[in-house]
């Protein structure tokens, strides 16, 4: 059974900004180095290792490369699957309103943003999307104390420039986050407004507010669909210039959607008294997508995804017979049956986040274990979002 304690990272490692150039983030592969491929290996990334395909040292023994040398660990025919999801920049102040005063002045025929500021408190609060319930309400976690008259409902304001927009909080949830219900917004309309007026969600453990830079750096270079209120942080490292050379090389590059919710990095404090709950996200399987999966595992290759969201969006697809377009709150841990995926590449994770569990799930607790030893051991390594990446695949 997992010990967390063997799992922590030095918090002096923790990456608070990314390295400039994705593919030359730090790469500890902890594959079977019989999957080298030598023709392609760039070893100019090794530390004194000798030319040519990493030397030595029992199957699966980490190895250091470089994001960039991805190519050289895969072979034709193998398929590369990333999560296209954009996370919105879902951090923004709001202020509570008098509810009676408010509807006075909205019953009159010239309401202006000055009005409603009249009856809007100074106090501000800051508000962090989580996850999404239904269609105009979301979990959000909050700075500040937010109370209302009676049973602690009460309306926000938000939006610092142009019209502002609105939310009813409609309870508190035992984890502490807040439901908030928006008013009169679509929710392609709230993204809008969103993206007018809000920061980067960056984890708490970063110890920074975001900025403008953090709107590039956060996201994945393909990102497409948005709805995320975290980041699918494997992506990151994945460049136009790195797909190109996969497929080059013949490996198929495809794209899944996971709009990924700070749900999916509840921290878990014992997996022997505690069943993770994961929140519940949207995930789009394409049926074009899922058969070139299946025709990839017919001819002998093998699935690399890129990402513990796009392992839980494959192997939820195939749980429900194949292509998939609807929700999913399917947790992974040990004794998981993995259908989909055969490697995965994923960044350092903190030790009690469900992306470990999932990770140990796949490669055996042993393997990765022995990856965070080394990583710790090597100083090169930086960790969590803004950090590096490792590689493993499935045990058999």
Same mark, same amino acid.
């Given at each position: 059974?997992?010990?967390?304690?063997?799992?922590?990272?030095?918090?002096?490692?923790?990456?608070?900004?990314?390295?400039?150039?994705?593919?030359?983030?730090?790469?500890?592969?902890?594959?079977?180095?019989?999957?080298?491929?030598?023709?392609?290996?760039?070893?100019?990334?090794?530390?004194?290792?000798?030319?040519?395909?990493?030397?030595?040292?029992?199957?699966?023994?980490?190895?250091?490369?470089?994001?960039?040398?991805?190519?050289?660990?895969?072979?034709?025919?193998?398929?590369?699957?990333?999560?296209?999801?954009?996370?919105?920049?879902?951090?923004?102040?709001?202020?509570?309103?008098?509810?009676?005063?408010?509807?006075?002045?909205?019953?009159?025929?010239?309401?202006?943003?000055?009005?409603?500021?009249?009856?809007?408190?100074?106090?501000?609060?800051?508000?962090?999307?989580?996850?999404?319930?239904?269609?105009?309400?979301?979990?959000?976690?909050?700075?500040?104390?937010?109370?209302?008259?009676?049973?602690?409902?009460?309306?926000?304001?938000?939006?610092?420039?142009?019209?502002?927009?609105?939310?009813?909080?409609?309870?508190?949830?035992?984890?502490?986050?807040?439901?908030?219900?928006?008013?009169?917004?679509?929710?392609?309309?709230?993204?809008?407004?969103?993206?007018?007026?809000?920061?980067?969600?960056?984890?708490?453990?970063?110890?920074?507010?975001?900025?403008?830079?953090?709107?590039?750096?956060?996201?994945?270079?393909?990102?497409?669909?948005?709805?995320?209120?975290?980041?699918?942080?494997?992506?990151?490292?994945?460049?136009?210039?790195?797909?190109?050379?996969?497929?080059?090389?013949?490996?198929?590059?495809?794209?899944?959607?996971?709009?990924?919710?700070?749900?999916?990095?509840?921290?878990?404090?014992?997996?022997?008294?505690?069943?993770?709950?994961?929140?519940?996200?949207? =995930?789009? =399987?394409?049926?074009?997508?899922?058969?070139?999966?299946?025709?990839?595992?017919?001819?002998?290759?093998?699935?690399?995804?890129?990402?513990?969201?796009?392992?839980?969006?494959?192997?939820?697809?195939?749980?429900?017979?194949?292509?998939?377009?609807?929700?999913?709150?399917?947790?992974?841990?040990?004794?998981?049956?993995?259908?989909?995926?055969?490697?995965?590449?994923?960044?350092?994770?903190?030790?009690?986040?469900?992306?470990?569990?999932?990770?140990?799930?796949?490669?055996?607790?042993?393997?990765?274990?022995?990856?965070?030893?080394?990583?710790?051991?090597?100083?090169?390594?930086?960790?969590?979002?803004?950090?590096?990446?490792?590689?493993?695949?499935?045990?058999?």
């Amino acid at each position: 059974m997992i010990s967390f304690d063997e799992f922590l990272l030095p918090k002096a490692r923790i990456a608070t900004r990314p390295i400039e150039q994705r593919e030359q983030a730090n790469l500890l592969s902890c594959i079977d180095p019989s999957c080298f491929d030598p023709s392609c290996f760039d070893s100019s990334c090794l530390q004194g290792a000798p030319q040519g395909a990493p030397q030595g040292g029992p199957q699966g023994a980490p190895q250091d490369l470089r994001v960039k040398d991805l190519p050289s660990l895969l072979k034709r025919g193998d398929v590369v699957v990333l999560n296209d999801t954009k996370v919105l920049p879902a951090r923004l102040c709001a202020k509570p309103v008098d509810e009676k005063e408010t509807a006075e002045i909205e019953h009159t025929l010239e309401t202006t943003s000055e009005d409603i500021s009249k009856v809007t408190s100074e106090v501000t609060f800051e508000i962090t999307f989580a996850e999404k319930i239904e269609p105009g309400l979301f979990r959000a976690f909050v700075k500040g104390k937010v109370k209302g008259k009676g049973k602690e409902q009460t309306r926000l304001q938000f939006g610092r420039h142009g019209q502002p927009f609105f939310a009813h909080v409609d309870g508190r949830d035992a984890d502490g986050l807040l439901r908030l219900r928006f008013e009169g917004l679509s929710d392609e309309e709230l993204y809008d407004r969103l993206e007018a007026e809000g920061a980067m969600p960056l984890p708490p453990y970063m110890k920074r507010n975001s900025d403008a830079k953090d709107r590039h750096d956060y996201q994945t270079l393909f990102a497409r669909h948005r709805g995320a209120f975290a980041a699918p942080t494997a992506g990151r490292h994945l460049t136009p210039r790195l797909i190109e050379a996969m497929q080059h090389k013949g490996i198929e590059t495809l794209f899944v959607t996971l709009h990924v919710s700070f749900g999916s990095f509840r921290p878990v404090r014992s997996v022997l008294s505690e069943t993770p709950r994961m929140a519940r996200e949207a =995930v789009v =399987v394409s049926p074009e997508v899922f058969a070139r999966i299946q025709a990839c595992k017919q001819r002998g290759g093998r699935v690399l995804a890129v990402g513990t969201t796009v392992v839980r969006a494959l192997e939820a697809a195939a749980m429900n017979g194949g292509a998939f377009c609807g929700e999913t709150d399917l947790f992974i841990g040990e004794g998981f049956n993995f259908r989909c995926c055969d490697l995965l590449l994923t960044n350092f994770h903190q030790a009690h986040a469900t992306p470990l569990l999932l990770t140990c799930a796949f490669a055996g607790e042993e393997s990765v274990q022995r990856a965070y030893a080394h990583a710790r051991a090597h100083t090169q390594y930086r960790f969590f979002s803004y950090g590096d990446a490792c590689l493993f695949a499935r045990r058999k």
